[in-house]
């Protein structure tokens, strides 16, 4: 039996509390480039699990209004602020992407001399790759001349998102050019899949990994980009093509349980629940907005139930794979750990709230 709106909403309110009970256990202890200690675990670290993490509860209070999820949010941002932000680069830009949706809803001053010159510092001072793409540069490496299918979700979208949301229209081009730079390097024309990442030096793809949940980034930020607004005619058409193309792959490599591997061509390889979160997130809202074939609403629900029987009873998704960083080789992906982690909780939250949108709607046609 499916579950209910009511159902869900229990269910996310455990995500929540699993999300902001993460502590870093020393498990991984992977020291930044300046020397601090990197913690891409617990709730408290401006990095970009936590980032993911805090646009999943944003994207719940769009749907709730609950002002306890504004609350932790703004709570956040207010401890981490107060304790100085790193230094800029693609992954500690993950956590601008939900204060750019916490000033729009609220219009609250704190924030903006924040965004604004975070939007400034990523325009002018991110490296760039040939063709003008942000390279993928993050706290404890320099990864230069690469083109990483992260970016898109964890820079880029703050571009759109807070572009529209002042009014600045040189963001919102910024942002649809990466995806454009980003797509020609990256989307694999043979598969519909994208790849992990591109280098310049060489041109290759690395180890060619169809990685699920660097696909997962792909089908959540092209949905909502276009979602965010600003996209001209053709680009948007021209992204819903290569959407519509990953979609009709991921139909046919679903598995029976109802998620994906974290190859996602590889069925030897561990399904992989963050990822899983994402594609059910992706297909349901896309079924919603009439993208895609008509498989699209039953595979997302089948994919929420898959994520709904791995969330343990204290709210935490398992089945998660750790950050992930570019493989060349494919054994290298299904050797990945298997770790609890915010950006996990993250799309999960999108899953459950996309899915309560679904059966919300069930109910009251009911």
Not at 20 to 29: A, E, K, S
Not at 111 to 132: H, Y
Request: aromatic share 10%; proline share 4%; charged share 20%.
């Amino acid at each position: 039996m499916a579950a209910t709106a009511s159902d869900m909403r229990a269910i996310l309110q455990r995500l929540v509390g699993g999300m902001t009970g993460l502590r870093h256990d020393g498990r991984f202890d992977e020291p930044n480039l300046d020397g601090t200690a990197g913690d891409y675990i617990s709730f408290d670290s401006w990095e970009w699990p936590q980032g993911v993490g805090l646009y999943g509860l944003m994207r719940l209070y769009q749907h709730d209004r609950d002002p306890a999820v504004l609350k932790t949010v703004e709570d956040w941002y207010v401890r981490r602020i107060a304790a100085g932000l790193p230094k800029m680069n693609i992954n500690t830009c993950g956590p601008l992407l939900a204060l750019s949706i916490l000033w729009s809803e609220t219009r609250d001053p704190r924030w903006k001399p924040v965004l604004d010159q975070w939007a400034e510092m990523l325009v002018r001072e991110m490296p760039r790759t040939p063709e003008g793409g942000f390279q993928h540069d993050v706290s404890d490496r320099i990864n230069d001349d690469e083109l990483w299918d992260d970016t898109l979700f964890m820079a880029a979208l703050f571009l759109a998102s807070y572009g529209n949301a002042a009014g600045k229209r040189s963001l919102v081009d910024e942002a649809i050019r990466q995806f454009l730079v980003h797509a020609r390097y990256l989307a694999d024309p043979h598969t519909g899949l994208w790849f992990h990442g591109w280098t310049f030096a060489g041109r290759h793809n690395f180890a060619r990994a169809l990685w699920g949940r660097g696909n997962a980034w792909i089908t959540v930020g092209i949905l909502d980009l276009i979602e965010f607004g600003g996209v001209p005619e053709p680009v948007r058409l021209y992204l819903l093509g290569v959407l519509e193309a990953q979609i009709d792959a991921l139909l046919r490599l679903q598995a029976s349980s109802g998620a994906w591997h974290t190859l996602l061509d590889d069925p030897s390889s561990y399904e992989e629940l963050s990822a899983t979160a994402g594609f059910g997130y992706g297909l349901m809202k896309a079924a919603r907005l009439g993208i895609g074939p008509k498989e699209c609403a039953a595979a997302g629900r089948k994919a929420l139930d898959a994520v709904i029987a791995n969330i343990d009873a204290d709210g935490v998704l398992g089945n998660v794979s750790y950050g992930t960083r570019m493989g060349h080789d494919l054994q290298f992906y299904r050797d990945i750990p298997i770790q609890p982690t915010g950006y996990g909780q993250a799309l999960a939250i999108l899953c459950l709230t996309e899915g309560m949108i679904h059966a919300e709607a069930r109910e009251k046609a009911a």
